[in-house]
């Protein structure tokens, strides 16, 4: 059973950073493509970012790139999400994903999912 772990979220002011972290276990991390998703409140989930297997290669929407930096720790099963110059928009609760093949931002297409954490950006 593959359990994802997301933690790091809070509460932070506009232009301030978080990171956030997901813990993979119960399989082989390294065989998943990792992504991070957000759902704002009130809206559909948004994707946010991904990274390769051995994390060459990420890709992010225009809304967050260049501000947030997606990465992993293949040693140690860890996901991060380092975010930066947070803006109020921001705001949301952040979930990590992970597919077993799929590389892109179509949330439908991942098969593991965490639980969420919030992270609340005030003006």
């Known amino acids: 059973q593959v359990q994802l772990v997301e933690s790091g979220g809070g509460l932070v002011q506009a232009g301030g950073s978080l990171r956030l972290s997901c813990v993979v276990s119960g399989s082989t991390y390294i065989s998943y493509v990792m992504g991070w998703f957000r759902r704002p409140p009130g809206k559909e989930r948004e994707f946010v970012a991904v990274?390769?297997?051995?994390?060459?290669?990420?890709y992010y929407p225009d809304s967050v790139k260049g501000r947030f930096t997606i990465s992993r720790d293949n040693a140690g099963n860890t996901v991060y999400l380092q975010m930066n110059s947070l803006k109020p928009e921001d705001t949301a609760v952040y979930y990590c994903?992970?597919?077993?093949?799929?590389?892109?931002?179509?949330?439908?297409?991942?098969?593991?999912w965490g639980q969420g954490t919030q992270v609340t950006v005030s003006s």
């Open positions: 994903a992970a597919s077993n093949s799929y590389y892109g931002s179509d949330y439908l297409r991942y098969d593991y």
């Open positions: 990274i390769s297997r051995r994390g060459g290669t990420t």
